[in-house]
């Protein structure tokens, strides 16, 4: 085998275990996004104060991340399709760990609605949930096997969360005009399905990544008009 | 609070708008259907392109793939090899420099090359500066000859190293001073384009530095093609890189194109490594 062979093959397992790091870190990010939501509706304290202590591992693998991502640049300077999955790695890598923030964030809301009764029955949060999940899950399988297709569709699901969304907004907002003690937690579940749809965001923007990955096509802020 | 969602911030996707066109109508040099053959064998094949002035031009590819006999086509330097063959057109500045009323050695004095190895002569840095004005009767005082000397120097970026024994041998230099040397050689007959053939591949890192340095600020009064087999020396100094596979043209781009989203297959397998 020639060196450049060998350069080769060593920056791809480099690059296989940097995704491998990756799809790890996207499966802790889902899985406190599920419990934190779980949390919520379970009203479950114990599990919500472990969502709250639980994002360690997350945050190491972060900086484990970029730091396999420097390394890669500075020791094989990769060029063309190398050198877009690096930079989507790096991308990839701050939106998985702000999904992780965020699901800290359901679970603080969620601490705090728990102390109030429940202002009506949860149903439209889990199924943002749901979605949110379920993009972040096919956003990081479409990065696994530059699936630009797969990519596609998380962009399109977007729009179901937002609506999702709105409407959360809509019905709480008529509790809270009948009765104002339901304004505290009614805010609290606001900002939930706030968190959900953000989540939802930083999934497209890892389909985003994906496209360019594979494609070299720049499809974020309609980038046909700024082109 | 908004009562209805903000617009989306990415949805829906537009067409991605087409890229600007590599090379634009005004070329310095432009070649078209350019066949080359050593006897009968043809090493390059079909190549056209335009090269643009004031801008530099990288061609790469792996070794035998044709891109040093093309650099050389563009001063006719493989006129001298035996059996040596050219089909096709070159020309600058809309003249074809094949055609038979064309003077060789002017035009190898508007077309200048620097090698890979420097080739100082065995004489003081002074005279290989004034060497070609002096065959080439470029100058008519030694006033003139001295001046024409210490402005190219300073071109070179080699004049503060060597202001104070120019009458030393050239021999006496460090590489990397050496193929300045050369380079200030090429530039005091006052060339149009410079063709450097892997100027820096003998030079250690810093040496390096300041021939790409070089290049960088020559290329506002010149038309630089450069061959290199190093990538990221390609993609630090030049505008357009074009890249050659087996003595055909595979893809001439912007250069930030060739190393970020090349279109070929051939070339994202080249400048990644996979093959060369």
């Known amino acids: ?227 | 609070m908004p009562t209805t969602a903000p617009p989306r911030p990415h949805l829906p996707r537009a067409p991605v708008a087409a890229p600007e066109p590599a090379v634009q109508a005004t070329a310095k040099i432009d070649v078209s259907g350019l066949d080359f053959y050593y006897g009968t064998r043809r090493v390059l094949e079909q190549i056209s392109v335009q090269i643009r002035p004031n801008e530099v031009t990288a061609l790469i590819g792996p070794s035998g793939c044709g891109k040093s006999t093309f650099l050389r086509t563009l001063n006719r330097m493989n006129d001298i090899v035996p059996g040596a063959r050219v089909e096709g057109a070159v020309t600058i500045d809309g003249q074809d420099i094949y055609a038979s009323s064309v003077d060789v050695v002017d035009l190898r004095r508007r077309v200048g090359m620097v090698f890979q190895r420097s080739n100082p002569f065995p004489k003081s840095i002074f005279d290989n500066v004034a060497y070609g004005l002096r065959i080439n009767r470029l100058t008519t005082s030694r006033e003139e000859l001295g001046g024409r000397v210490e402005s190219s120097l300073k071109s070179a970026a080699l004049w503060e190293e060597v202001k104070d024994r120019l009458h030393t041998s050239a021999l006496s230099l460090s590489g990397g001073q050496q193929q300045r040397l050369c380079i200030a050689r090429a530039l005091a007959v006052e060339p149009e384009i410079i063709l450097m053939d892997e100027p820096a591949s003998a030079l250690d890192p810093i040496a390096t530095q300041r021939i790409e340095e070089l290049i960088y600020q020559l290329k506002t009064r010149y038309t630089i093609v450069i061959v290199t087999h190093n990538m990221q020396q390609a993609a630090r100094v030049s505008d357009v890189t074009v890249f050659f596979w087996l003595g055909k043209l595979v893809e001439c781009d912007r250069t930030d194109r060739i190393f970020t989203a090349p279109t070929e297959k051939l070339t994202e397998d080249y400048v990644t490594g996979r093959f060369g």
């Open chain 1, 1 to 227: 085998m020639s060196s450049s062979e060998q350069r080769v093959r060593h920056f791809q397992d480099e690059l296989e275990q940097l995704k491998a790091r990756l799809l790890e870190m996207g499966g802790l990010a889902e899985e406190q996004v599920r419990l934190a939501v779980k949390g919520l509706v379970d009203r479950d304290r114990d599990l919500i104060a472990r969502v709250l202590a639980g994002d360690g591992p997350l945050n190491a693998l972060h900086i484990e991340v970029d730091s396999r991502c420097f390394t890669l640049l500075a020791l094989y300077q990769p060029m063309a399709v190398d050198l877009r999955a690096i930079v989507a790695a790096v991308k990839i890598n701050t939106d998985l760990e702000r999904v992780g923030d965020l699901a800290i964030n359901i679970a603080e809301a969620a601490r705090q609605y728990v102390g109030h009764p429940p202002v009506k029955k949860l149903i439209d949060i889990p199924r943002m949930a749901t979605i949110a999940q379920r993009m972040l899950r096919d956003a990081l399988d479409a990065f696994v096997r530059r699936d630009t297709e797969l990519a596609q569709h998380v962009l399109n699901e977007d729009d179901a969360l937002d609506a999702l969304k709105t409407q959360i907004f809509r019905e709480l907002l008529t509790y809270m005009l009948q009765d104002p003690a339901t304004i505290e937690p009614a805010l609290d579940l606001i900002l939930v399905s706030r968190h959900l749809e953000r989540i939802g965001d930083h999934a497209t923007n890892v389909a985003e990544d994906v496209i360019f990955m594979v494609l070299a096509k720049d499809v974020r802020h309609h980038a046909a008009e700024g082109n």
